[in-house]
């Protein structure tokens, strides 16, 4: 399976621009509201070691590419609506945003943090970025309260063949791939009564948001860093107590846009993620001028951000890691390729389970896996690691 990002955020804070300068597609970008009207999905590509240096080989990666052992590993990217306060009850694209959202694995929350931008996307000064980042989550968690009282409703009007409250909260939440047993979880961890009917106003809240955390993971993208004002909104947030337990990653996706231009054009030598380049042509005058402000500001963050913050959302919030499954000879696929795929899978995988990752057939008719880089074999139940070359042995 491919993961989905989708980018989630205000108007005009720079999602299309995100999306283009990662996927390097040109879709519209604009100062006025409501620009991308249908989601754009778009591949990107995260960052993983690829382990064929250590066997002395190059791989030949069937999707996506690799440069010096980083491989670049696709993911799908969903340019999302715009959304504005009031979506959840249909406001502006709201309904439409509420659905595409659905779809994702993790979202990317872009934010402004030049304060350039106010609430609704409109041109403004000062405009505090922390409104942005508690509008978002409030929007997201009243949505999820909703849900939670047409389930609150549904439960106490069965009659025969009553249903727990975690099968009615999780059924009616289904689009948010959560289970019984992730809600049973929740309800206990907020201290909430087996009676539903006694939930307070508060507590329905506090259910709602603890949901929405563990079911829409997110990266913040403080966006626009190259803008003077950026820089304080951002320090100041990034030290706030409230703010602790975000991932927040300061970006300019203008700097990435004009590295992978000036790359594309034979200018420098420029790879996506990293934290500097190479001048290759004699650069003057305003180019030369633009590419110093841009190596300042990858002197300062270690990166343009939009690499990072792709990263972060599958690798810390979704906590995935990737595994490359091999066939029996020389690290191979049927036609020679060497380290053909790579899966991205989550923690606690085990090898069987694995098998069923990369076909049904291998995880039905699976008898064990040999790790390449040790030479062992791998029984069924135990769990796979971060890296690992595996070749799946099955019956068929
Ligand atoms: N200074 C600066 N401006 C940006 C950056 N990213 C996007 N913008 C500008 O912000 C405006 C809105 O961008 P757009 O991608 O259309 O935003 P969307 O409505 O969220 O999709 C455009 O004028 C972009 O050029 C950035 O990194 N730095
Ligand atoms: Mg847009």
Redesign the pocket.
């Known amino acids: 399976m491919v993961y989905k990002i989708g980018l989630v955020?205000?108007?005009?804070?720079?999602?299309?621009?995100?999306?283009?300068a990662a996927t390097m597609n040109n879709i519209?970008?604009?100062?006025y509201?409501?620009?991308?009207v249908e989601p754009n999905i778009g591949e990107a590509f995260v960052r993983v070691e690829c382990p064929d240096k250590q066997f002395n080989k190059t791989c030949d990666p069937r999707t996506g590419f690799c440069t010096d052992s980083k491989r670049y590993t696709p993911v799908k990217l969903v340019?999302v609506a715009?959304l504005i306060p009031g979506a959840h009850k249909g406001k502006g694209l709201g309904n439409k945003f509420l659905s595409d959202l659905n779809e994702a694995d993790v979202l990317i929350h872009?934010v402004?943090f030049?304060g350039k931008?106010d609430s609704e996307?409109e041109p403004s000064e000062n405009h505090d970025p922390r409104k942005d980042i508690d509008f978002l989550e409030e929007e997201l968690d009243m949505w999820y309260l909703e849900i939670l009282e047409k389930a609150l409703e549904k439960f106490e009007k069965q009659r025969h063949d009553k249903q727990k409250i975690e099968e009615v909260v999780s059924e009616q939440m289904s689009a948010f791939k959560t289970d019984k047993n992730q809600v049973r979880q929740v309800i206990k961890s907020q201290g909430l009564s087996k009676k539903p009917k006694e939930w307070s106003e508060e507590e329905k809240k506090s259910f709602a948001r603890e949901m929405r955390k563990r079911t829409k993971p997110m990266v913040i993208a403080a966006?626009?860093?190259?803008?003077e004002e950026a820089k304080k909104n951002f320090d100041e947030i990034k030290s706030e107590k409230k703010y602790q337990d975000l991932t927040i990653v300061p970006?300019?996706?203008?700097?990435?846009k004009a590295l992978k231009k000036a790359d594309e054009a034979g200018v420098i030598d420029y790879l996506p993620g990293e934290s500097s380049f190479k001048v290759l042509e004699n650069v003057s005058g305003k180019q030369k001028q633009g590419l110093e402000k841009i190596k300042e500001f990858l002197d300062e963050y270690g990166g343009t951000g939009v690499q990072e913050s792709l990263e972060k959302a599958l690798f810390k919030e979704l906590n995935l890691m990737p595994v490359f499954p091999v066939g029996s000879k020389n690290l191979g696929d049927e036609k020679g390729n060497v380290l053909p795929d790579c899966f991205l899978v989550p923690e606690k995988t085990t090898a069987k389970e694995f098998a069923y990752h990369v076909h049904t057939d291998l995880g039905d008719n699976f008898l064990y896996a040999n790790d390449k880089k040790t030479g062992r074999r791998v029984g069924s139940d135990k769990e796979v690691s971060s890296g690992d070359v595996l070749e799946i042995v099955s019956t068929s």
Do not use: R
């Open positions: 955020g205000k108007p005009s804070v720079g999602k299309s621009s995100f999306f283009n519209p970008e604009a100062e509201p409501f620009t991308t340019d715009g872009v402004d030049s931008t996307g966006n626009k860093m190259d803008l970006v300019s996706v203008h700097a990435e």
